[in-house]
């Protein structure tokens, strides 16, 4: 290419501008780093996943049931503490529930199943258990509950802890570097992060969840989160 272009004539076929210069031997330069800065946090809220089935032979028959299921359900989180604004639906779906007739070789219709799913924001972590079981005790055999999940409402000061390992990580590494290559290290000319925090992982399927009566809360456990944050610093070389 450089001897191609070297050949080419001022306002040649490939467009060159006069005076224009490519230089062959040009990479990055600097010392690039990564540093990782990691921190434990206590969850303040708890994410439920959960939802109605009803099926019937009745469309209609089906979402009449999964509607005053549904409505005990919602009554049930308001009743324990959780906001309205707090309650998200997610999905409602009416599908048809074949089987497969193996004498003439087709598909049955032999009803319909109604699903709701909603998600409540729990903000008061001691009332998780007794939560999940009023859920379930108020939707009966068509409570369903498919996960949950936990996360912190403002994840700021626990950013910035990990930002400050992060960075002391990167130039830790880049101070070797610099040591190990005998050159003498500058200052950051380039900085991006990354931060990452869990979040609630939930099951693909419905389970049935149907309380025992007198049974005690459903012990729940929290645990720690890990947030991580990520950095990737570029530092000068000098001379």
Do not use: H
């Amino acid at each position: 290419l450089a001897a191609t272009l070297a050949g080419c004539a001022e306002g040649s076929a490939l467009g060159v501008p006069s005076g224009f210069k490519i230089d062959l031997n040009s990479q990055q330069e600097g010392i690039w780093v990564n540093g990782t800065g990691k921190v434990s946090a206590v969850p303040d809220i708890a994410i439920l996943r959960l939802g109605i089935e009803a099926q019937s032979p009745k469309v209609a028959d089906a979402q009449a049931q999964s509607a005053e299921a549904m409505d005990k359900v919602m009554k049930a989180l308001t009743a324990n503490g959780v906001a309205e604004k707090d309650i998200q639906t997610q999905s409602f779906n009416i599908s048809k529930v074949t089987r497969w007739d193996d004498k003439n070789q087709q598909e049955v219709l032999i009803g319909y199943r109604v699903t709701n799913i909603v998600q409540a924001k729990i903000r008061t972590m001691s009332k998780v258990g007794s939560i999940i079981d009023a859920v379930a005790t108020a939707g009966g055999d068509l409570t369903r509950i498919d996960g949950i999940g936990f996360s912190v409402e403002n994840p700021t000061t626990y950013n910035e802890v990990a930002r400050q390992k992060a960075m002391a990580d990167a130039e830790a590494k880049a101070k070797q570097i610099a040591q190990l290559s005998g050159i003498k290290l500058g200052k950051p000319t380039y900085i991006t992060e990354s931060s990452y925090i869990p979040q609630p992982i939930f099951r693909g399927g419905f389970e049935k969840m149907a309380a025992a009566p007198g049974m005690v809360d459903t012990p729940i456990s929290a645990g720690e989160l890990d947030i991580t944050l990520n950095v990737q610093v570029v530092y000068s070389i000098l001379d």
